[in-house]
């Protein structure tokens, strides 16, 4: 299984079309990058500047990678403890 994360904040970029959100989950690594393409094509119709959309923003990571590797997390403490 494969992910499409954003580089930057490491969240996995959900599916075009959702109401809620819903990590969007491939399960081959050519499905990912047509998905990463449609993004950019998708981007790229509503805004001028395409340098910034999914394709030059995002990557693609299997999920056991970016669970183990990747994804960020911030240890909070409880005040009242």
Do not use: H, W
Not at 64 to 70: P, S, V
């Amino acid at each position: 299984m494969y992910y499409i994360y954003d580089q930057s904040t490491t969240r996995i970029l959900s599916r075009e079309g959702k109401r809620y959100y819903q990590p969007a989950e491939y399960k081959t690594m050519s499905a990912a990058q047509a998905a990463l393409t449609r993004m950019q094509k998708k981007y790229a119709q509503r805004n001028a500047d395409a340098a910034q959309g999914p394709l030059y923003t995002a990557a693609i990571a299997e999920a056991e990678y970016y669970a183990k590797n990747i994804e960020k997390f911030v240890t909070r403490k409880n005040m009242m403890s």
